[in-house]
């Protein structure tokens, strides 16, 4: 066998670019290459200048809940297509594609877990399912929560990652803005505590509603919130805006929000607040 056929077949046995694993992360403020184990056990905050990179519901759930605490409720809820919408691409294909890329229904994970030793109702949204977008089935799932929470006397953890309403659902998404504030009501008739965290990004309908109804509000450092987004402001008022005046930091300082809490802290921060607040 000559050298030709050796690398012919070395070349065979090789993967293409595209299939080639990539064991390396970009920050995207510093633009430190981190290795993905290493940015994975910091739950995507990198370790050079502790920007906080979006992370999965699924990572989320793990970094907020005690090991094997987490049980889902309402996975059988899916959306239906009432309106039968179409953009450039039909509503039933988007959910579809939906499905298909986080291995779920709805862009809306809920169940129940213990925080430290505290049980809680805990709701998180998974941005992979149509932007985190909020429609008829995010906000049965919220309202489920709020009700099994006043049923059982136990807080409401929201985690938000949202664009906002679905458009697809027109008035049936705009619905559930005021169906899970009245729920947010009752729930605060109880006195069990709830509280939001807003990450990267909390915009349009989520931030408009139960985003912003949290005995307490906290973000994570640098993230995006707001309602529209700063170019539809500018336009819409003909006037420059403050620099950054949709992060996190800046709603801290003119007092929207009561904190901003790095990731690997939030869980301790949670459970000292939800006792606080009263929750048992």
């Not at 694993?21 to 290459?33: E, S």
């Not at 059982?152 to 619905?175: C, D, N, W």
Request: net charge positive.
């Amino acid at each position: 066998m000559n050298f030709t056929d050796i690398f012919s077949k070395i070349r065979k046995r090789q993967s293409s670019p595209s299939e080639a694993p990539n064991h390396w992360v970009k920050c995207p403020n510093c633009h430190a290459l981190i290795y993905d184990k290493e940015i994975q056990t910091c739950f995507n905050v990198c370790p050079k200048c502790s920007y906080h990179m979006r992370i999965s519901a699924a990572q989320r759930i793990e970094l907020l809940s005690d090991e094997g605490s987490f049980v889902e409720f309402d996975t059988n809820l899916e959306a239906i297509d009432p309106l039968k919408f179409v953009d450039s691409k039909s509503y039933k294909k988007r959910l579809a594609e939906g499905e298909s890329k986080t291995g779920r229904k709805s862009a809306v994970i809920s169940g129940e877990c213990q925080i430290n030793g505290l049980k809680t109702q805990l709701v998180v949204f998974d941005f992979s399912f149509m932007g985190g977008s909020l429609g008829s089935v995010e906000g049965e799932k919220i309202v489920r929560a709020i009700q099994r929470a006043i049923i059982s006397k136990t807080p409401v953890v929201i985690v938000s990652a949202s664009g906002g309403a679905r458009m697809q659902e027109s008035t049936y998404s705009l619905m559930q803005m005021s169906k899970t504030s009245a729920a947010l009501k009752l729930l605060s008739k109880e006195k069990l505590p709830y509280i939001s965290i807003l990450t990267d990004p909390t915009m349009g309908g989520v931030s408009a509603s139960f985003a912003w109804l949290g005995d307490l509000i906290i973000a994570e450092p640098e993230a995006l919130v707001g309602f529209a987004g700063a170019r539809v402001i500018k336009q819409t008022i003909g006037a420059d805006l403050p620099e950054g005046f949709q992060k996190a930091e800046f709603l801290l300082e003119h007092g929207l929000i009561d904190a901003i809490i790095q990731r690997n802290e939030q869980k301790k921060y949670l459970s000292d607040m939800l006792k606080f607040l009263g929750g048992k």
